[in-house]
């Protein structure tokens, strides 16, 4: 009773339907499009939503990249690529330049993609006002009717209470003036890379069954109040202790030993490509 | 008094259940009040008309059931009416039925134009937000996207509705009743509306708490010329804030004139009976 | 070459496989899939039923595999059905056409065909056997030998026999508003995304690939007084049903010529409830409605607690959970809820450090308006 999987998995009805649902989201950038999104064998919460992307676009010559919070080698960024690879034999890279479908949990890339290339996030919750209303009847109703002041009011209470907005990942973006979009989880760091992106970015959320998506050239913005702008996570004063870059997203690294902070690039393809650059500099250096 | 009405009412129909031909008729022997005993339709808003005049303040008196409550959610969209027309003399608004817009423009309706107390607090109030961030959300809605700005407008609505500023990011949950009623005046009032609903809103609280709120409801009618539609059951309510009533009885207006009028020389016998009563 | 990777998240997980390999067989004992299916049915049931795919030999296989673990077993034919082509719709299974093994009612005495108690656990009494430590093949075969004789001496004079359905005995009384025959093809879940409000179909297919525990405690819940269902019940009836599909490309619907292509085993429960109707004068009514639980296999309590939730979402009450669909149909589902209690293991550094600096910069002092 032996079974051979088929490429990428699905059946090739199912890839058209996850493509047709990608392609209506992209119509209505960072409008949530319900699919029928299949049961798969890596977990509901573990990236679903990316991996049908993933596996409904990817052909066989097709290069791919994985991230999970950054790194190629995060331990479910590694099963995901195993079980791409597994059932398409595509290559995998690590090399952000080098593919051209690159799939992510909470991370944009920190080179500017192009665009020939696709981003896949994966979206735990896609409902940003979810915190505003349980229900999503209605807080489909609220997208409908482009009534976001609930989500508004609970930015507003933050800044009464903490005087500034306290969002941490997750910082709502209305997407090309009209939908409100949770960008996925990623650090408010990343919300800027979304405006104008070069790069189609795609979201999936297979347990909660939406695709949506941001096409490329699209305005996204993060939500703020006139005089509270939007404000990024501050890495003032810090650089990557390996490549010394500063205009990154870091890793807050504690020594077990001596307590002592440190910084490193989260965003490890980058940091590699940030000390080889170096090192040629170097080696050239040393033959003038 | 201004000529043009703010907003005309006309023909406000409300019934639950389908009706039958026996209940079509006023007069119909069928109708137990405003109840069809053939076929079981309730008539609880039945062929409503009135104008609102520009500052003035209408009474809608009448027992529970008279239909008053069911017609003011009409009006403020809270229900659907069964037919009628409601027309409000405001920019981009003039000529249209406002019960036939689309729910977004009636949300902004209810964002720009009205302003709405609910007699029970719950129903206008978000209990556990701050009590600024309540005024700020009706300020939200309506477009305005500058957090200071919207703090010094609900401080002075705070102010004004006498609510001690250093419990402004208190949540309503904590207030007593006639506190959270007149942060729901203030919330109500956040957007300057030119029209205001008050839905009973000092039946529950204590005596002394129920003169302060009208009071304050006095004060503000006073300063700011809104057109304000007063509905309460208790008639007490309606002379001291009132300039005009329309009385209500199964759904139906029996009555309507200067209150003072209407207080002096009752026509209709179940008004008597109410104005006997409160002498 | 200069730097590269550490290759430290596949060296692990390669790491953690082969642990997970070592400790499946380390005990050096095989558990056969046919002594799964032969010992374990109500798991096999369980399975099957959660997981949506009626397939005893891949149901047994998913428990070996997944060394007994439930979710994962239910998992792995979840992951399985989702690589299966699905091209045909059967025709409607209609229950009375059961070859029941067992029926009870909780509401007569005597239902018409009788009560046939069948095989249950229900008056076991839950002492650990421990004969069962050293029982052996050999010291079974005298007993089923003559099991199988007096069922013969029992069965001879009969023919196969099906059993009405109570329900219908108490229709014909009126007791039910009686409903014309709605031919309208079922929404599939599993195809479209279920969408709010819901329908029927689509409630009560979320609910039977429900996880048994949690269908079983939102049941209870309501029982208990978070809700406002109690029922009677009607029929619980358990027993193989016959599947029959039309031929795909024949437009006739000769009900001779529809092929036969197995059967299988379900529990269906229809239970009685009592709610108020309003007639057409308004005037009410006590009147029963039918709560429906169906399950694969044998699973009465999932079936039963499932025909309580049907009536409760049936019935929508703002005050109880148990009467929102959104409440009950979205977290029910195994696969889901497992899932993505589990992703929270998952590394989070990334979402961590983007609060963490949140709460530094509100520690800090707040920004100033600019005005």
Request: proline share 4%.
């Amino acid at each position: 009773m032996m079974t051979k999987p088929h490429f990428a998995f699905f059946d090739e009805g199912s890839k058209k339907e996850i493509r047709r649902t990608a392609l209506k989201a992209v119509a209505i950038p960072g409008y949530q499009v319900p699919f029928a999104s299949r049961e798969m064998p890596i977990a509901r919460g573990w990236g679903t939503g990316g991996l049908q992307l993933t596996l409904s676009l990817i052909g066989r010559s097709d290069v791919l990249k994985v991230i999970d919070q950054g790194a190629d080698e995060s331990v479910n960024a590694v099963s995901i690529k195993k079980l791409v690879q597994h059932t398409t034999g595509v290559s995998i890279t690590e090399d952000t330049a080098a593919a051209n479908i690159i799939q992510s949990r909470h991370r944009i890339p920190e080179k500017e993609l192009r665009e020939d290339q696709i981003l896949i996030l994966q979206v735990p919750n896609p409902e940003p006002l979810r915190k505003v209303e349980a229900r999503e009847y209605l807080t489909k109703r609220m997208h409908a009717e482009d009534d976001y002041s609930g989500a508004w009011l609970l930015l507003f209470e933050q800044i009464m209470k903490y005087g500034r907005m306290s969002t941490g990942a997750e910082h709502p973006v209305y997407v090309n003036g009209r939908y409100v979009m949770t960008p996925s989880p990623i650090p408010r760091f990343d919300n800027p890379k979304m405006h104008q992106s070069k790069a189609l970015i795609l979201l999936g959320a297979g347990r909660e069954k939406k695709i949506f998506a941001v096409p490329p050239y699209t305005d996204v913005k993060s939500m703020a109040f006139d005089d509270y702008p939007f404000a990024v996570e501050s890495f003032e004063g810090k650089s990557c202790k390996l490549c010394g870059s500063t205009d990154v997203f870091l890793d807050e690294i504690i020594d077990p030993d001596t307590g002592e902070r440190s910084y490193q690039c989260n965003d490890t393809s980058f940091c590699i490509e940030q000390l080889n650059k170096k090192e040629k500099e170097e080696v050239e250096n040393s033959y003038v | 008094m201004s000529e043009t009405p703010i907003v005309q009412v006309r023909h406000l129909q409300k019934q639950f259940g389908a009706g039958c031909p026996h209940c079509l008729d006023k007069e119909s022997v069928y109708l137990e009040k405003n109840y069809c005993t053939s076929c079981g339709t309730v008539h609880a808003v039945r062929d409503v008309s009135f104008d609102l005049y520009p500052g003035e303040v209408l009474g809608i008196v009448g027992e529970s059931g008279s239909g008053k409550s069911t017609m003011l959610q009409g009006l403020y969209f809270d229900g659907d009416m069964t037919a009628g027309e409601v027309y409000i003399n405001q920019p981009g608004l003039a000529g249209h039925n406002v019960l036939t817009l689309s729910s977004q423009q009636k949300r902004y309706i209810r964002n720009n134009v009205y302003g709405m107390v609910y007699q029970n607090p719950v129903h206008g109030l978000k209990m556990n937000f701050s009590s600024i961030g309540n005024i700020a959300e009706k300020m939200i809605a309506a477009g305005n996207r500058h957090v200071g700005s919207m703090e010094k407008r609900g401080e002075e609505l705070l102010k004004n509705v006498h609510i001690p500023l250093r419990r402004r990011k208190e949540e309503p949950q904590n207030f007593s009743g006639g506190m959270q009623q007149r942060v729901q005046i203030a919330k109500a009032l956040s957007n300057n509306p030119p029209i205001l609903f008050l839905d009973e809103v000092t039946t529950g609280l204590d005596l002394s708490v129920q003169a302060s709120v009208l009071d304050l409801i006095k004060q503000i009618q006073r300063e700011l010329q809104i057109s304000m539609v007063v509905v309460s059951h208790d008639l007490a309510v309606i002379r001291m804030l009132a300039d005009r009533s329309i009385v209500m009885l199964n759904g139906e207006i029996i009555e309507n004139g200067l209150t003072d009028q209407i207080l002096e020389d009752p026509q209709h016998e179940y008004t008597q009976q109410l104005v006997y009563s409160l002498l | 070459m200069g730097y590269v990777a550490v290759k430290g998240g596949t060296e692990a997980i390669e790491a953690s496989l082969a642990r997970l390999k070592y400790d499946r067989i380390k005990g050096e004992e095989i558990v056969e899939i046919k002594t799964v299916l032969a010992t374990m049915r109500p798991l096999v049931d369980q399975v099957m039923s959660e997981a949506s795919l009626y397939a005893p030999f891949l149901a047994a296989l998913a428990i070996k595999q997944a060394g007994g673990s439930m979710e994962e077993a239910v998992f792995l034919l979840r992951a399985h059905r989702s690589t299966l082509p699905r091209h045909y719709y059967s025709e409607t299974v209609d229950t009375e056409d059961m070859f029941v093994e067992r029926r009870i009612s909780a509401s007569f005495k005597d239902i018409p065909g009788g009560q046939l108690l069948g095989s249950t656990n229900d008056y076991t009494h839950r002492l650990l056997d421990f004969n069962l430590v050293t029982e052996k093949k050999e010291d079974h075969q005298a007993w089923l030998r003559q099991f199988q004789e007096q069922m013969n001496e029992h069965d001879a004079d009969k023919e196969l026999q099906f059993f009405p359905k109570v329900v219908d005995y108490l229709r014909e009384e009126g007791l039910f508003e009686t409903y014309d025959l709605d031919d309208t093809p079922p929404k599939d879940i599993t195809k479209e995304s279920i969408q709010f409000p819901t329908g029927r179909s689509e409630r009560l297919q979320a609910l039977t690939r429900g996880q048994t525990g949690a269908v079983t405690s939102l049941g209870y819940a309501s029982l208990r007084g978070y809700g406002q269902v109690h029922p009677t019940i009607g029929e619980v009836r358990m027993g193989d049903v016959p599947i029959h599909v039309k031929h795909p490309y024949e437009e006739e619907s000769d009900p001779d010529d529809l092929f036969y292509i197995g059967d299988v085993k379900i529990t269906e429960v229809e239970s009685l409830v009592p709610v108020n109707v309003k007639k057409q004068n308004q005037k009410e009514e006590l009147e029963f409605e039918i709560g429906y639980g169906i399950s694969f296999g044998q699973n009465e309590t999932k079936a039963i607690a499932m025909s309580i939730l049907d009536q409760c979402l049936e019935n929508s009450h703002g005050e109880f959970p148990t009467h929102d669909e959104e409440f009950v149909l979205l977290h029910i589902d195994s696969v889901e809820s497992t899932g993505f209690i589990s992703h929270l293991k998952l590394p989070h550094y990334v979402t961590f450090q983007s609060k963490l600096d949140s709460v530094r910069q509100v520690k800090k002092g707040g920004t100033t308006n600019d005005d």
